[in-house]
């Protein structure tokens, strides 16, 4: 396979990704809002994921862990959004590889991981802290914010990445003033 031939198939591969994480956000999102208008609706709500023993405890509470499930869920399609328009629009120049374009979307999406990553741990300790009153929590892996930390080493790796990119549009500028 080429390198056109792998990144339409990438392309492939993000807006199906895509597609699932707008129908979970906006699933969390509407069943959070039908949650407020209607409480007794919760018990069935996220994936059979229960939190009608948080809401019961404090409203407070509920709304936000509710509020950042859905950050993290709504950034995590946004990053695929982005991830689409790059490929879509051709963004990536195989001969001059080094852009501007490419080097903002590394930075773009390292900022991105880092949000996600930052929202998921800090609802996972959130969480913790609930269960720790007494109140029957679900897993952070049922609610869709678990592997906060794997979310934060990849916002790293991009932005050494993007600094690499940084750095080797400099020396592509250098050779090109020099010629």
């Not at 300790?125 to 913790?128: E, F, I, L, R, T």
């Given at each position: 396979m080429n390198t056109k031939q792998v990144l339409n198939l990438l392309l492939i591969f993000c807006w199906i990704i895509f597609v699932g994480l707008c129908i979970e956000a906006g699933a969390f999102i509407t069943n959070a809002v039908f949650a407020i208008i209607n409480p007794a609706i919760i018990p069935r709500l996220w994936q059979q994921v229960d939190l009608s023993e948080l809401y019961k405890y404090n409203y407070g509470y509920?709304?936000?862990l509710t509020l950042i499930v859905g950050i993290v869920s709504v950034i995590k399609a946004w990053l695929f959004f982005l991830m689409i328009k790059t490929l879509h629009n051709k963004n990536l120049n195989v001969h001059q590889p080094f852009n501007k374009e490419l080097r903002h979307f590394v930075f773009y999406l390292s900022y991105l991981a880092l949000g996600i990553g930052?929202?998921?741990a800090y609802g996972i300790?959130?969480?913790?802290w609930i269960a720790a009153q007494g109140v029957k929590m679900p897993d952070s892996q049922d609610l869709r914010i678990g592997g906060a930390d794997v979310w934060l080493f990849m916002a790293v790796i991009l932005f050494v990445i993007a600094?690499?990119?940084k750095r080797g549009i400099e020396i592509?500028?250098?050779n090109e003033l020099t010629i």
């Open positions: 509920f709304f936000v930052l929202f998921s300790k959130y969480s913790a600094h690499i990119f592509q500028t250098e």
